[in-house]
């Protein structure tokens, strides 16, 4: 579902804006699938009315670069966080584009909102591409693990603080909301909301933009294993294909396959060993034979002593025999058994 030209034509700024924020929530908190139809056609449709109130945003041109956030209008706050919106939008597009792409696009998004919301001190943070640049972040002398373990101690407790700065801000836009939209809060009730909005996606903005590098970094590491290319990286270098080859044993075998090759002569293993044996002392196939087989000599001696052994095993084999029947008769005769001379 799309929105036509003349559709947009007849929205205000500010209903481009609320329909756009209003359809980002709906994606977010429904329990469908986001790459489904009905879900991709609201991500479309916020798109759009936000790109209208990007353009209708830059004729009117109502920021200066010189301005604090104080100094602009209370009304005129919350269009600050346009390029948040349209961030948070593009994350959730699933289309013909690569995810790297989509990526890329929504890291820009944040980049300019949180860019802008630096520049008018909306709240007290770094960016991040800033840190990361700075020679603290990036040590090149020998104390390179101590400062990188610093950094992700220092990163993680900034997560841990904007985790709780944002559930206090959502605590107070949820009081102060019911009273903004129905048009019953003041200018100083309007203005405190919306510059909670904007911190609110101050630090949203700060964990996407996390994400989205680890993502990032992710898929060029699959891409690089892969060999996979797109439009927006480095075309991967493909290997020049190699020619296979085939080592042959027989003559048959080289005539039908080749050698695989192309430059040089094919050759069996049978022909190599005849052109050495012509040229050096190499044995033929008869004398290697006849030295592998052993001599009439040496086998007649084998089977001598073989049959050596053989009889002294028989023989030792009737002494056991006689000395267990000597030793049996000794058990059933006792010392002294038919002497009887002696006795009277």
């Known amino acids: 579902m799309t929105t036509s030209e003349e559709e947009l034509q007849q929205l205000r700024l500010p209903d481009l804006l609320e329909t756009g924020r209003q359809l980002l929530e709906e994606v977010e908190a429904s329990t469908q699938p986001t790459g489904s139809k009905p879900m991709q056609d609201k991500v479309r449709r916020a798109l759009e009315l936000l790109e209208k109130a990007s353009d209708m945003l830059s004729e009117l041109d109502p920021f200066s670069q010189n301005e604090d956030w ?105 009081t102060l909301k019911s009273a903004v939209e129905s ?85 069996t293993v049978n022909d190599w060993y005849e052109q050495h044996q012509k040229c050096t002392d190499l044995p033929s196939g008869q004398e290697v034979e006849k030295e592998a087989s052993p001599p009439e000599s040496h086998r007649a001696s084998q089977k001598e002593e073989k049959e050596q052994e053989q009889k002294e095993e028989e023989e030792d084999e009737d002494a056991r025999h006689r000395m267990q029947q000597w030793d049996d008769w000794k058990d059933a005769h006792p010392r002294g058994y038919g002497n009887r001379q002696n006795m009277g």
């Open 183 to 267: 048009g019953q809060a003041d200018e100083e009730c309007v203005r405190e909301y919306n510059l909670l909005q904007l911190r609110r996606w101050i630090n949203i903005s700060l964990d996407e933009m996390d994400r989205i590098d680890q993502e990032i970094e992710i898929l060029r590491e699959r891409d690089y294993y892969s060999g996979e290319t797109s439009a927006s990286r480095v075309p991967f270098q493909k290997r020049p294909s190699r020619r296979p080859f085939i080592l042959t044993r027989s003559a048959a075998q080289a005539q039908i396959f080749g050698a695989g090759y192309p430059s040089m002569a094919t050759m």
């Open 70 to 174: 104080e100094e602009i209008a209370s009304p005129d706050l919350k269009y600050l966080m346009l390029p948040a919106l349209k961030g948070a939008l593009t994350l959730n597009l699933v289309g013909n584009k690569d995810r790297f792409d989509y990526l890329l696009e929504a890291r820009e998004h944040f980049k300019n909102f949180l860019t802008q919301s630096h520049n008018y001190h909306v709240a007290d943070f770094e960016l991040p591409w800033e840190q990361s640049s700075s020679p603290e972040c990036n040590p090149t002398t020998s104390e390179f693990l101590e400062p990188t373990l610093f950094a992700m101690a220092s990163q993680r407790q900034a997560k841990i603080d904007r985790y709780k700065q944002n559930k206090a801000v959502e605590q107070k836009l949820s």
